[in-house]
């Protein structure tokens, strides 16, 4: 179990001692300790600016996709856990059929369409699409049809009106659903390569994952700088799992278990 | 006005869903049907690029990669992940350590993955050394320039990138096992192996059959890691499907064709997802 476990870690380990060193050479086992410990690859990664553009665009993209994803699936799922009208039903299964639908099926179309919409190379192609998740949308529904609905009930006696109600009351309450939606959505987002790569044309915005295959892709980088650049991108979804666990847990499991 | 309100709160949503996922799917079926190249018109062409695509070598070799890379992940993944939640399960000390260790790479992107495991398997690079060490006959330029161990080299890096999350998927259902049935088990001396075949095995059918289902809808569509690699080669012998419908429709610009490639895989898909659906109802089991 512990070699396993070792065998599991070791190529992340490889990643981070091979972007502390300067002159890495694995031409031998020993290669690893060779050379000496510096932070001289990230500072020449983040030279020039390149990277500093790929991590904040990484960040304003995923933050923004979280956030919309927070308040969208709230209301989605609430909608469809508390009201009942024409297509309720087949508007909560669509979320669960669209998990079954393979991206590359959309791919070429999402990109005709959104080079007609004017938005190819843009924020708005990085964005749009991810607004509201299906995954999310299931998550929110099965999460408020199982809260008593009394509090609702008596703040709409009291008059409070819809988004009231939804806003003060429900969401509070949806805390720790909301928690496992946001980090799931964005991580995935952080991760996400496929649609930025193809929805994206120019160095300004590529997100790190597109950024990182195209600094291998274009000019033959250094190991050692390459391996700076996978850090910053591995490091901060590692801590946000460490820290979030038990969410990133559920969210994979609700599916299944439930599902 | 209450209508009014919950439209307002699906419209998100319904949004959503219309333009970016109905609208693709039946707009791509449609230039399946169609010589659409972005410049200039479309034009129906019935079932041609169908018949054009079987009998492309390119797409052929795409699809048996594809196949083979599917076939040959997805049972031991399987089987790798199942082993290690079972002896996670078991209460040893520290399991908690262990569940989250082997999840990490899951959760990582695959982008970096694929650049790590680039540079191990690269010459010189230490996966390519150990090979040697232990005497295999490993190509002198590293395992992602040989036909012959490019695509399995990928392979195997993909078993190790999944299989913490399938653990994970494995370890939910195994605490869904009610634990009186265990006690009950105990107490009629039924022993560890007995345990394991008559009731965990047993428990866990419906989602081992969650676990292919997912996994085979993933793994038809590998194209980062191939992406990032080896650009499908060398000699086409690591190109997938997804590749080809990325290679055809979005760099050279054939839309139709490749449009009728990623529906003949969504078919296949579909076809297996299916099957294994069936089989979880038929045997009772609900999902």
Redesign the interface.
């Known amino acids: 179990?512990s070699l396993?476990?070792i065998?599991?870690?070791s190529?992340?380990v490889?990643?981070v001692t091979?972007s502390l060193r300067d002159v890495f050479?694995?031409?031998?086992?020993i290669g690893?300790f060779s050379g000496n410990l510096t932070l001289a690859n990230y500072k020449e990664v983040f030279a020039g600016g390149r990277m500093t553009l790929f991590v904040l665009n990484s960040l304003l993209v995923a933050a923004v996709v979280t956030a919309a994803n927070i308040v969208?699936?709230l209301?989605?799922g609430?909608?469809?856990a508390r009201?009942r009208?024409f297509g309720s039903k087949a508007?909560f299964y669509?979320?669960t059929a669209?998990l079954?639908?393979?991206?590359?099926?959309?791919?070429?179309?999402?990109?005709?369409?959104i080079s007609w919409l004017g938005m190819y190379n843009t924020y708005w192609a990085l964005i749009?699409?991810w607004?509201?998740n299906?995954l999310g949308?299931f998550l929110m529904k099965q999460y408020i049809s199982n809260l008593p609905d009394d509090c609702e009930q008596a703040a709409r006696i009291d008059g409070a009106g819809?988004?009231t109600i939804?806003f003060k009351i429900v969401m509070p309450l949806c805390k720790p659903a909301l928690a496992v939606l946001a980090v799931q959505v964005f991580?995935t987002n952080?991760?996400s390569?496929?649609y930025p790569?193809?929805l994206t044309s120019s160095t300004e915005l590529y997100t790190?994952?597109?950024g990182?295959?195209m600094m291998?892709g274009l000019q033959q980088m250094e190991?050692g700088r390459?391996?700076a650049g996978?850090t910053i991108?591995?490091l901060p979804?590692?801590i946000v799992?460490?820290f979030f666990?038990r969410q990133?847990?559920e969210g994979?499991?609700a599916g299944?278990?439930k599902? | 006005m209450n209508r009014i309100n919950t439209a307002i709160l699906v419209s998100p949503w319904l949004l959503t869903l219309g333009i970016f996922w109905v609208f693709p799917v039946v707009y791509s079926l449609g230039l399946a049907f169609t010589d659409y190249r972005i410049f200039g018109e479309a034009t129906f062409v019935g079932l041609a690029n169908f018949g054009r695509l079987l009998g492309d070598p390119a797409f052929l070799q795409a699809f048996s990669n594809t196949a083979f890379f599917v076939f040959g992940t997805i049972p031991l993944t399987t089987v790798i992940a199942l082993i290690l939640a079972l002896l996670i399960n078991d209460k040893i000390p520290g399991h908690k350590i262990f569940q989250a260790g082997y999840f990490i790479p899951s959760i990582t992107s695959m982008v970096v993955i694929a650049l790590i495991f680039s540079s191990l398997y690269a010459r010189g690079g230490y996966l390519h050394l150990l090979g040697r060490l232990i005497g295999f006959d490993v190509p002198p330029n590293g395992y992602l320039f040989s036909t012959k161990t490019a695509l399995s080299a990928i392979m195997i890096m993909d078993i190790w990138v999944a299989v913490g999350y399938y653990v994970l998927l494995f370890l939910a259902g195994i605490k869904g096992i009610p634990e009186e049935v265990f006690e009950a088990a105990r107490l009629d001396g039924a022993g560890f192996w007995r345990r394991l075949y008559s009731i965990t095995l047993p428990q866990l059918e419906p989602i081992t059959l969650f676990v292919l289902v997912i996994n085979t809808i993933r793994s038809f569509q590998i194209f980062v890691e191939i992406y990032v690699m080896t650009r499908g080669g060398p000699l086409g012998s690591t190109s997938t499907v997804v590749y080809f419908v990325f290679d055809e429709g979005l760099h050279k610009f054939n839309i139709g064709y490749a449009s009728a490639a990623a529906y003949l895989l969504f078919m296949v898909i579909l076809i297996f997802a299916i099957v294994q659906l069936k089989l979880v109802t038929h045997r009772g089991g609900s999902l």
């Open positions: 179990m396993i476990l065998g599991m870690l190529p992340l490889y990643m091979a050479s694995p031409a031998s086992l690893i969208f699936c209301m989605t609430y909608a469809l009201k009208f508007l669509s979320a669209i079954m639908i393979p991206q590359h099926v959309v791919i070429i179309p999402v990109f005709i369409l749009l699409p607004l509201v299906p949308v819809e988004f939804l991580l952080w991760n390569f496929l790569f193809i790190l994952p597109v990182l295959a291998q190991l390459l391996m996978s991108a591995a979804v590692i799992f460490l666990q990133i847990t994979i499991t299944a278990v599902g």
